[in-house]
């Protein structure tokens, strides 16, 4: 199966974004052909600071090598490296109708936050179908967020389909169980951002144990102060007790029996020290890719130019079947 899935160099990587989408794609690229892109033609979307974009898509490739995404199975590229993905863009924002986008619930979100907006904004899904479409993607991993993104992709393809023909694989969206939404440390509806101005409420991959103690610490918690898993009326501690089964390996029975008439800061205390723990080799490995930086770029070299075949194969064929070529 062919999967191809992004990550914004936006921001630090959280724990969000291993769950909801690293550690999956350390699964799937045992068996599939895989693509992780940075997605760094997204990210602009906000505005960004050149230097600290720069340092943050490295940030990025290093943290997928560092967590286990392995360049000898998978392809790892950054997007604005393969032009195809933004001229593919273009023909899909002249199928891509108004109305579709302006329904999508993060353009939505992200617009009544902003201060000004831009088109990128609006068009971001359109962007996203272009990077899909490419490859022939069948699956896309992500987290439940992104679902309505990939849902749009495949309209855009079907719509390209009827009109000029079969040309695009029509993808799904590959969601994973648990982890798939983890939420903000100060804010229990909402979700774990890695733009969110306050850096309490998210856990970076690369955050030592004292700030990850600290966080977690401040971290919000509901009324009462049983440990147990109930998301309706207990929405951060079963946030918390999410994160907690996802790098334990517990049952949240399991837990709930484990933290039985203790307080909560106890139960925060050792999920620090899981967390503390689990995210060591990333960080240590992360140490270590940053001192050899030519490492990191000769991979997104090799996936610039491997991702750049395919793409180019599937402009090629669009520019046919749209009128482009004469
Ligand atoms: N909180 C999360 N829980 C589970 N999965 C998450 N993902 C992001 N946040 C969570 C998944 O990570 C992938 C890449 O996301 P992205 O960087 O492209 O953008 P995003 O979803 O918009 O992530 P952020 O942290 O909220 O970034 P900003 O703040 O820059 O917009 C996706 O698969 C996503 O589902």
């Known amino acids: 199966m062919k999967i191809f899935s992004g990550i914004q160099p936006s921001g630090a990587l959280h724990i969000g974004h291993y769950l909801g989408a690293i550690q999956q794609w350390k699964e799937l690229q045992k068996n599939n052909d895989a693509l992780f892109c940075i997605v760094d033609m997204h990210a602009i979307t906000a505005p960004q600071e050149p230097e600290e974009l720069r340092k943050r898509i490295f ?13 000898q199975k998978s392809i790892i ?37 902003a201060k000004s907006l831009c088109a ?28 309505q993104h990939i849902e749009f992709t495949r309209m855009i393809a079907e719509k390209f389909n009827a009109r000029f023909g079969e040309t695009f694989k029509l993808p799904k969206a590959k969601v994973v169980k648990e982890g798939a939404r983890i939420m903000s440390l100060q804010d229990p509806l909402k ?25 977690l610490k401040k971290a919000v918690t509901d009324s009462g102060k049983e440990v147990r898993y109930d998301k309706e009326k207990k929405p951060a501690i079963s946030n918390l007790m999410t994160i907690y089964q996802a790098f334990s390996g517990k049952s949240y029975k399991e837990i709930e029996e484990a933290y039985k008439g203790k307080q909560y800061s106890e139960f925060k ?6 967390l503390t723990h689990s ?3 990333i960080k240590e490995k992360y140490t270590m890719l940053s001192e050899r930086p030519s ?19 599937t402009l090629a064929k669009v520019y046919q079947k749209i009128g482009f070529t004469l």
Do not use: C
């Open 269 to 274: 205390s050792m999920l620090a020290e899981i």
């Open 120 to 147: 990128g904004l609006l068009n971001y899904p359109t962007l996203q179908a272009a990077d899909i479409l490419l490859y022939g993607t069948d699956e896309v991993p992500v987290g439940e967020d992104q679902a």
């Open 295 to 313: 490492e990191v770029k000769a991979v997104l070299l090799e996936g610039k130019e491997k991702a750049s075949i395919i793409a180019e194969k």
């Open 191 to 215: 979700k774990m951002s890695k733009s969110d101005p306050d850096p309490d409420s998210y856990l970076a991959l690369l955050d030592d144990g004292a700030t990850i103690m600290k966080k």
């Open 77 to 113: 590229f950054q997007q604005s490296d393969v032009p195809a993905h933004a001229e593919l863009h273009w023909i899909l924002n002249t199928i891509a109708p108004l109305g579709e986008l302006e329904r999508m619930t993060q353009f939505k979100d992200k617009a009544s936050k």
């Open 59 to 71: 940030e990025v490739a290093g943290l997928f090598l560092a967590s286990g995404i392995d360049p």
């Open 279 to 281: 995210l060591m080799p």
